[in-house]
């Protein structure tokens, strides 16, 4: 029997279902109330959430607090989203089939966290990503819209393929698709010495599925071209959708473990995708296209970390980035003004190279210290080595944020206790999944020299944008590494896109 936490959070998914019932029935001439429902519901599931987790304290059994931690977040989001959704169209034609497909999504997206069957799960990630398929096309008169859109629906049909295949092999090879069961045979097959070649093809699938649902490349280019879509969609997009791909793979951390070639195709699609959507970023002006560069990227080294089995940092990678995003992407109006107040400011100039490589190497020594400290006053939860590498390599720009190297140290120690508290925080959400096996060694040197490539590429152009080096690169990451060109075609050939039909009167769209 499950415990009363568990199925509170199970109503979750089903506040938003039910939410589309009146929003589908609601009079004509009330539309000026038609967002009552979702309002409701987003206020009645964040309420739900916060009584889910005050009973998970009080329940004798272990909840789920994986599932507990991903439906506060999405709680949090549809709150978010729906009250920002209903300003943001205010006076749109439309809104019905846009809040039809929001709650949609959002009930389709809260039964892939809140499911404990395999089944279920992947029906509800192929529902979430047909629902979002109807936010983006949202402006159907925009063929740009639709083409983005397009792509997008053929890449995520060739995942939920591989995720149907997946799924079928692992209850197959479990006797049922309960995901406590999947994993219990995992368990078992390890002690057997073998985990055997269909839960190997099983976990290679499942990591193909979450790269093509995660925009990796070279299928990234819709996550980049989609911003025909209205803003809370692609704050819905990129902070909750795309995070799922990273879920699952903390769902199934046992399996990917134990399957090295599934870690090494997401270290090495993930780690490359960092590295040149990073590189691409540094190109773009647009504030909300360099947004998506930062999702793509974002994505890849959350795979990274998962292929190293860096399960605690990818956490705490996942929350963060989805609040971020959600917060980046709805008040993107402020951050246009925000840089035009900066550019009114005197400029400081760019560091030098020399400041770069100092600032890693400071960053290097305050994690050395840092980790010497932990170990002795936590060493039942010790630091992996990559972890200690990544942090590095991600806070070594905050000890240049200021030229007094005191505050630079001082700033760093800080970020990282506030990082040790967050890594306690995510160990204890995933302790009811087992520790897990470290890395290959090839897997973690070659993360980390994807890591120090794209520190010493990014400070050799920051310091030198006038070398060689950065004028032959910027033609290239401009054009994205033309990686998207060929996917673009092959997507056209295989099954063109049809244009709109009609014109913007017949649609009724705003132009």
Not at 165 to 187: C, N, P
Not at 339 to 357: D, E, F, I, N, T
Not at 388 to 405: K, T
Not at 467 to 494: C, K
Request: glycine content about 6%; some cysteine.
């Amino acid at each position: 029997m499950l415990p009363l936490s568990a199925e509170l959070v199970t109503w979750l998914p089903w506040l938003y279902a039910a939410a589309a019932v009146p929003v589908a029935l609601w009079p004509t001439r009330l539309a000026a109330s038609l967002w009552f429902p979702g309002r409701l519901a987003a206020m009645a599931g964040l309420a739900l959430l916060v009584a889910a987790l005050l009973q998970a304290g009080l329940d004798d059994q272990p909840a789920d607090r994986l599932g507990l931690a991903m439906a506060s977040l999405i709680s949090l989001l549809a709150l978010v989203i729906v009250e920002f959704s209903a300003r943001y169209l205010q006076g749109e034609p439309g809104q019905r089939r846009y809040l039809l497909a929001l709650l949609g999504t959002l009930a389709a997206v809260a039964l892939v966290v809140v499911s404990a069957d395999l089944y279920w799960l992947v029906a509800a990630w192929i529902a979430s990503s047909l629902c979002l398929h109807q936010l983006l096309t949202f402006y159907r008169d925009r063929p740009m819209a639709l083409v983005v859109a397009h792509k997008k629906f053929l890449a995520s049909r060739l995942a939920d393929v591989c995720l149907i295949l997946a799924s079928v092999l692992l209850a197959r090879a479990a006797g049922g698709s309960e995901l406590a069961q999947i994993l219990d045979q995992v368990t078992l097959r390890l002690e057997a010495g073998a985990l055997g070649w269909d839960l190997h093809l099983a976990a290679v699938l499942l990591v193909l599925a979450v790269i093509l649902k995660s925009a990796q490349l070279p299928v990234h280019g819709w996550l980049i071209q989609v911003m025909e879509a209205p803003t809370p969609v692609s704050a819905l997009l990129h902070a909750g959708l795309v995070n799922l791909g990273g879920f699952v793979l903390l769902r199934f951390a046992p399996l990917l473990s134990a399957a090295p070639l599934a870690q090494t195709l997401l270290v090495v699609v993930g780690g490359l995708t960092a590295v040149l959507a990073a590189l691409v970023m540094m190109t773009r002006i647009s504030i909300k296209v360099r947004l998506a560069w930062s999702t793509c990227a974002q994505m890849g080294f959350m795979l990274l970390e998962c292929g190293l089995g860096l399960y605690e940092l990818a956490l705490v990678h996942l929350l963060a980035h989805s609040l971020y995003k959600a917060h980046a992407f709805l008040t993107s109006g402020e951050t246009v003004l925000q840089v035009r107040h900066q550019a009114l400011q005197p400029q400081r100039p760019a560091p030098g190279l020399l400041s770069l490589l100092l600032g890693l190497a400071l960053a290097g020594l305050v994690m050395a210290l840092l980790d010497q400290a932990w170990h002795y006053a936590v060493p039942a939860h010790a630091l992996p080595l990559e972890a200690l590498a990544i942090l590095a390599v991600g806070l070594a720009p905050w000890c240049l944020r200021r030229s007094q190297p005191v505050y630079a140290a001082l700033m760093l120690v800080a970020l990282l206790g506030l990082y040790l508290l967050w890594h306690l925080a995510a160990s204890w959400i995933l302790a009811p999944g087992g520790a897990s096996a470290a890395a290959p060694l090839h897997l973690s040197l070659l993360a980390l020299a994807l890591f120090l490539v794209l520190y010493l590429l990014q400070a050799w152009i920051v310091a030198r944008p006038h070398s060689a080096l950065a004028r032959r690169l910027y033609p290239a990451a401009f054009a994205g590494f033309f990686l998207d060109e060929h996917f673009t075609r092959l997507t056209f050939r295989l099954w063109p896109v049809r244009p709109p039909q009609g014109n913007v009167a017949a649609t009724g769209e705003r132009p």
